[in-house]
């Protein structure tokens, strides 16, 4: 038996190493991790595209207060013919005959500028600007996930690396003692039935072990995914206690006014009240000014050159348009209601992640005690079952049941320490929190008004502040 406590210490300290303490030379952290997920996530790049496309709503709104101009121009080719009398009495008249071809020509400018529409731009902009900041909050919903994403899966890789340790070294201690229970038979100490539970309990073992060597490929892909690249050299991940509220009630107010969910949702009802004064300003009059010049050549065989002018102001106020207004007007009305009642599910549904969070957090701190509790006393007990067995108190079957326990207990340790980790990030991103600022990472951060910005104001121009 000597052999087999020596395989099943190595084991130990396999997994002690993996997953408590043991950081090897150059090893890849949780937070290296994080950031490699925030800056190259291709869906989190694609949310940033989002937000600056919603960016151009702004420009597009403030288009209303600023004039429009517009140029024509026309030249072609007409022949005229025309007979004309003039004169009171027949002695008198007066024929005139022009025909012929000419060309005419015609250059001209007009102006356009909105006085007022009821207010419709002002609204618009308003709208614009708030989708901006929707957006913007839709983003930090897609960062919140995927550093979640990032953090689950790094714990993950370590967890499922372990558990193939785990499930190599019993494999091991599995076929040392199918050995020693082979040579005990041959000189008749155990019967063929010991034989027979040692060679099936290796047989479960190599499935088992098979088993984590497929869950750890699974999630090796999954980590590529994320994060970017393949898992090496890991170092341990630790809980993000130190940034959370001391209490669930504070974690429950502090979600309810941080967390990017209910703030978009929040950002969704200023949207549609606007959208709401916008339907309702186009009951109210418009008042446009507009100013043209017009220079003209050859517009007729008399005429060589002419050219106008001229300055004019409408005042439009629509009486009825066939009711299709009264309908937006209404629409809009219970459309915001919608996302009011939006906003209060949303509030619920945040509040009840925050508890559920919260809980798992609490209840992974005792798991990951009462594991090492298990894993001590499967080993205590182990190592007694194999001293009964050496004195015929204890049959094979006990030993290898109890090899069996100190495994289960190893991977439950193993399943409580990721648990216990990654419920410290999942709290984080229910109250709003699991951000690079928060987390203090080494990165540079994106900052979506520098885009927002350099559109706002933009009058002309079709390249996109990158260049492109």
């Known amino acids: 038996m000597r052999g087999v406590r020596a395989v099943t210490g190595a084991a130990a ?63 072609g080719e007409q022949y005229t013919d025309t007979l004309t ?6 002695t008198t008249i007066v024929r005139t005959i022009v025909h012929g071809f000419d060309p005419p020509r015609t250059v001209g400018a007009t102006v356009t500028q909105t006085l007022f529409n009821g207010q419709q731009t002002a609204n618009r902009t308003r709208a614009a600007e708030s989708q901006v900041s ?20 790094y714990m993950d890789y370590l967890r499922d690396s372990a558990i193939v340790e785990v499930q190599r070294s019993n494999t091991r201690v599995l076929e040392q003692t199918l050995k020693q229970t082979k040579d005990r038979f041959n000189v008749g100490e155990v019967t063929r039935t010991d034989v027979a539970q040692s060679e099936a309990q290796l047989a479960a073992g190599k499935t088992q072990q098979l088993t984590a060597e497929s869950n750890l490929n699974t999630t090796r892909s999954n980590f590529r995914r994320i994060i970017g690249n393949e898992p090496e ?39 549609n009240y606007l959208q709401v004064k916008v339907n309702e300003g186009a009951l109210l009059p418009t008042v446009t000014f507009q100013a043209s010049v017009a220079q003209s050549y050859e517009t007729a065989m008399t005429i060589y050159r002419s050219f106008g002018a001229s300055a004019v102001a409408q005042l439009s106020v629509p009486v009825y348009q066939g009711g299709a207004e009264y309908s937006l007007i209404r629409q809009s009305k219970e459309t915001l209601a919608q996302q009011r009642l939006n906003l209060e599910t949303t509030r619920d549904q945040t509040r009840a992640n925050t508890v559920t969070a919260w ?6 701190r005792a798991q990951v005690a009462s594991a090492q509790s298990q894993v001590t006393a499967s080993e205590i007990a182990l190592n007694g079952v194999r001293e009964e067995a050496k004195a015929g108190q204890r049959t094979t079957l006990d030993v ?23 419920a410290s990030y999942a709290v984080l991103n229910a109250i709003g929190r699991l951000s690079p600022q928060v987390l203090n990472l080494p990165t540079t951060l994106y900052d979506p008004s520098v885009h927002y910005q350099q559109v706002r104001d933009s009058w002309f121009g079709i390249r996109t502040p990158d260049g492109r």
């Not at 950031?35 to 709104?61: F, G, H, I, K």
């Not at 959370?244 to 200023?270: C, K, Q, R, W």
């Not at 809980?359 to 992974?364: D, E, K, N, R, T």
Request: charged share 15%; aromatic share 2%.
């Open 233 to 271: 050299q890991l170092a341990p991940g630790s809980p993000v206690d130190r940034f959370l509220p001391p209490t669930l009630p504070s974690a429950v107010d502090l979600s309810l006014l941080e967390n990017p969910n209910v703030t978009a949702a929040m950002f969704g009802i200023d949207v």
């Open 134 to 153: 929707g957006a913007r909050e839709a983003l930090r919903v897609l960062e919140q996930t995927v550093l979640l994403s990032a953090a689950t899966i």
């Open 13 to 75: 300290v396999v997994l002690l190493m993996a997953c408590a303490g043991s950081i090897p030379a150059l090893a890849d952290t949780i937070e290296a991790a994080l950031v490699r997920a925030y800056q190259n996530n291709p869906q989190l790049n694609a949310q940033r595209a989002s937000v600056r496309v919603t960016d151009e709503n702004v420009p597009q709104a403030l288009s209303g207060y600023r004039p429009r101009v517009t140029v024509t121009g026309t030249a």
């Open 85 to 90: 009398t003039a004169g009171g009495s027949p």
């Open 359 to 364: 809980g798992q957090l609490v209840a992974g």
């Open 400 to 422: 290898l049941n109890a090899q069996q326990a100190l495994v289960n207990a190893r991977v439950a340790l193993v399943t409580a320490q990721h648990d216990r980790v990654v």
